[in-house]
């Protein structure tokens, strides 16, 4: 059978595949349409294993909120930022986000076994197989979590395209513009500032023994510092422990919009509960920055492609 332009430019279409991967897919299967797809789903798995080793620590990270009550955050890798900024690679990372906040998976294993929300016919580990073929990179789904709002509300904020996402839910009995604006003013502040935690509360003892641990060695190794007397050295790590706890704990943070730079997110909720007419309350958070952990390659993009042109 002919294989003609129209038929090439269809499947490219369909699949997002290459102009001369689809003519041969054409080719190959005798001009069928569902077997040349087919046939680029069989070529694309075979690419995507040769991708796997390559380093993915770019992407972006999507959150998709369901009515201010349930939010999906997830972290989908790729190996260039160019290919984060990719509308097709951004759709597919949105669909990520909806597969799992309707999904029911404990783990990223049993996360990728689910059926595809686009076709059941498929698993989320195929879908990620075929966009490895389409884009041409290796991708991974590194983490997703979701959150519930059993009092209260579940706000989210996406900084610098995807770099950093943030998802925070609030008690509070009184749900308004106005509370939704405040949780998404302290989701900013947890983009920017990274606490590790909510308050105090959530530290445990054996962390705040360990730091004081850390802290005493740091003193007796210095000359100077370790001469002093012993209730010298534990007023010092007792001062250095809570300037350490107000830099990790959110409502210790000063708060980033304060307008005398000394309001705290402590003070600053208890404004917004005061104009509420409730208490609002920060009840967990949680904040995903693409690639953080992650090895990131050293890469010359000009000489990567003068090397692919030889």
Not at 254 to 260: I, N, P, R
Request: hydrophobic fraction near 40%; aromatic fraction near 4%; charge should be negative.
């Amino acid at each position: 059978m002919a294989i003609t332009a129209a038929m090439v430019k269809e499947l490219r279409e369909m699949t997002g595949a290459g102009m001369m991967d689809c003519k041969k897919a054409l080719g190959e299967t005798d001009g069928n349409m569902d077997e040349a797809v087919e046939y680029l789903r069989k070529n694309g798995q075979a690419k995507a294993e040769k991708k796997a080793s390559r380093i993915a620590a770019e992407g972006i990270v999507k959150v998709v909120v369901d009515d201010n009550k349930r939010a999906a955050i997830v972290e989908v890798n790729s190996e260039t930022d160019f290919v984060a900024k990719n509308e097709k690679f951004q759709a597919y990372v949105g669909l990520v986000a909806k597969q799992a906040l309707a999904s029911d998976a404990a783990d990223m294993d049993a996360f990728m076994e689910e059926a595809w929300i686009e076709d059941s016919s498929k698993t989320v580990k195929d879908a990620l197989v075929e966009q490895v073929a389409v884009i041409g990179e290796n991708l991974k789904i590194r983490r997703f979590e979701k959150v519930e709002a059993e009092n209260g509300c579940v706000v989210d904020y996406i900084h610098g395209g995807g770099r950093i996402g943030v998802v925070t839910v609030a008690d509070t009995s009184v749900v308004n513009d106005a509370v939704k604006e405040a949780v998404r003013n302290l989701c900013m502040q947890i983009a920017a500032l990274n606490p590790k935690y909510v308050s105090r509360d959530e530290i445990s003892d054996e962390y705040i023994a360990h730091e004081k641990e850390i802290l005493r060695a740091q003193i007796m190794n210095d000359p100077k510092e370790s001469q002093k007397p012993e209730k010298v050295i534990n007023g010092m790590i007792e001062g250095r422990v809570s300037k350490e706890l107000k830099e990790i704990c959110l409502v210790d943070q000063v708060y980033v919009k304060a307008a005398d730079g000394k309001q705290t997110v402590g003070q600053y909720l208890a404004e917004v509960s005061k104009e509420a007419g409730t208490t609002v309350s920060i009840k967990k958070f949680i904040r995903f920055e693409t690639g953080e952990g992650l090895e990131k390659k050293s890469e010359d993009f000009a000489a990567e492609v003068a090397a692919q042109m030889k």
